[in-house]
């Protein structure tokens, strides 16, 4: 199990993460889910035993996570966002590099290896330089070196960014393997990879633990917000952002305004709101004078809870 209570990290007088506190039981598949800049990499390395918090306690299997880093780490694997890799070794040596990093005799790192190559799917290019492999392969690398010891907790960051459609679909089926033999923690902000992977989320923003339950806990406690989605044409030379954005948030019944994203030849603004109010949105951005290109309503999912949540820590700081 992992303990985690009143953990924080400062930069100087900047404060990337905390406090927040959270527990992981033995077995779950755990999602931590926010925007880039949400703490979610302080989080893991911290974690990891690669960074040391400001403030707070971390109890991993059972150890100090703080006291007693060396021997947690035996305890986890850790693939980081950008995979510790070295380009100019086969992935049979540097796999066997990294398990004798981590304690094992070659004889063990040997025995291991059949079964790491077939979980990860990188038997038909362990003799291959790892310079010369696609992004794809090189993830699976990644994952490998953090699971050639066989550890009990496994921590991926942003596993499957920078992927195609096909490698996403081949490192989720990945992970589904990976669940049955380790305690897997994960970010991402891809809500879908979240989504189809985790048994629970922590939903992080602004380095605050914002919500932490299932997809189907965290909708349903929110279960009278509803979110609507407004994509507005700009006129050309008009920045328009925090004007729409003005308007919008002097609609009755809109709690939040989130930043918005071009899509359509417009600019889309999610709104997390108290009521069903798309007909009073339409009547703001018109007397804008603006064209209202789109808009959508629906009752909180995954995605509407997270626009929520992200959208009203933003608006409280």
Known sequence: MIRVANLSKFYGGKRALGPVSFEINDGETVGFLGL????????????????????????????????????????????PENPPVYADMTVLDYLGFAGE????????????????????????????????????????VGVAQAIIHQ?????LDEPTRGLDPVQIVEMRNLIHDLKQNHTVLISSHILTEIS???????????????????????????????????????????????RIKKVLEGVEGVKSVADPYEQGGGLSFALSTTRDCRADVSRAVVDAKLDLIKLDYSRSELENTFIRLVGGADASN
């Open 196 to 242: 189809q992977t985790c048994d629970r989320l922590l939903v992080l923003g602004k380095g605050k633990l914002l919500g932490s339950g299932s997809e189907h806990d965290l909708a349903a406690s929110e279960s009278e917000i509803r979110a609507v989605t407004v994509t507005v044409r700009v006129p050309a030379g008009d920045d328009g952002k925090a």
């Open 36 to 79: 880039n800049g949400a703490g979610k990499t302080t989080a893991l390395r911290i974690l990891a035993c690669d960074l040391r918090p400001s403030s707070g306690s971390i109890e991993i299997g059972g150890l100090d996570g703080i006291n007693d880093p060396h021997e947690v780490r035996k305890k986890i694997g850790f693939l």
């Open 101 to 140: 990093l981590r304690g094992m005799s070659r004889g063990q790192v040997k025995r291991r290896m059949p079964d790491v190559l077939e979980v990860t799917d990188l038997g038909e290019v362990a003799q291959d330089v790892i310079g010369t492999l696609s992004h794809g392969y090189r993830q699976r």
């Open 151 to 155: 550890p009990k907790f496994l921590i």
